[in-house]
């Protein structure tokens, strides 16, 4: 069994920052492919960001591609998504998930464990 728990959300203005955690515990051997989803009102829940532990890589969605970071520290078991740039068209409610699977893409039926979400608001 897997327990994640995100933190860090909260209102950001536009053109500010935030940055979540997710918090992995449990049975985990590492925190390879774990990755971050966004459910907005009334629209389905989106792959926002993910790390491939097999060789490092990320993906990021084409909607925060050069303005979101995600990173790991292998140490803690946690997860960061550093949101830059940050848009009204941001909030959500934002997911930590992890998956056992060596994916190479995001594929939400996949990830097995999920957090319980943490809002975030973008507004003036």
């Known amino acids: 069994q897997v327990q994640l728990v995100e933190s860090g959300g909260g209102l950001g203005q536009p053109g500010g920052s935030l940055r979540l955690s997710c918090a992995a515990s449990?049975?985990?051997?590492?925190?390879?492919?774990m990755g971050w989803y966004r459910q907005a009102p009334g629209k389905e829940r989106e792959g926002v960001s993910c790390?491939?532990?097999?060789?490092?890589?990320?993906y990021y969605a084409d909607s925060v591609k050069g303005r979101f970071t995600i990173s790991s520290d292998d140490a803690k078991n946690t997860v960061y998504l550093q949101m830059n740039s940050l848009k009204p068209e941001d909030t959500a409610v934002y997911y930590c998930?992890?998956?056992?699977?060596?994916?190479?893409?995001?594929?939400?039926?996949?990830?097995?464990?999920w957090g319980q979400g943490t809002q975030v608001t973008v507004s003036s």
């Open positions: 998930a992890r998956t056992p699977f060596s994916i190479t893409t995001m594929v939400t039926s996949l990830f097995g464990s």
């Open positions: 790390i491939f532990g097999h060789d490092g890589s990320t």
């Open positions: 449990g049975n985990i051997f590492s925190i390879d492919y």
